[in-house]
Nanobody, 114 residues
Framework: VQLQASGGGLVQAGGSLRLSCVAS????????MRWYRQTPGNEREFVAV???????NLGDAVWGRWTISRDNAKNTMYLQMNNLKPEDTAVYYC?????????WGQGTLVTVSS
């Protein structure tokens, strides 16, 4: 299975973006899916998680501004990012639990200008 993240780009502060993460190469629905973000010189920071049944949790930094969702039929996860701030600038990575492994996708860059 592979994960493909997309949807990053350049946006002004206060704007919105929607990231997508597609799991391909399998007919088996992946389990929990997550978003992390990382800035240069820092560790990856947890952003959000959604289970296969749709339970969600978001990190404190994005709580109330962003929502995470998924379409199980498409094995796809979304991150709706509203009210973006310059400090949200980072490379965003998705991962998913698949069988006994955790699979990571490549990152997508989000840049928020002030």
């Amino acid at each position: 299975v592979q994960l493909q993240a997309s949807g990053g780009g350049l946006v002004q502060a206060g704007g919105s973006l929607r990231l997508s993460c597609v799991a391909s190469g399998t007919r088996v629905m992946v389990d929990a899916m997550r978003w992390y973000r990382q800035t240069p010189g820092n560790e990856r920071e947890f952003v959000a998680v959604i289970t296969k049944s749709g339970a969600t949790n978001l990190g404190d930094a994005v709580w109330g501004r962003w929502t995470i969702s998924r379409d199980n039929a498409k094995n796809t996860m979304y991150l709706q990012m509203n009210n973006l701030k310059p400090e949200d600038t980072a490379v965003y990575y998705c991962n998913a639990d698949y069988l006994d492994d955790t699979i990571w996708g490549q990152g997508t860059l989000v840049t928020v200008s002030s």
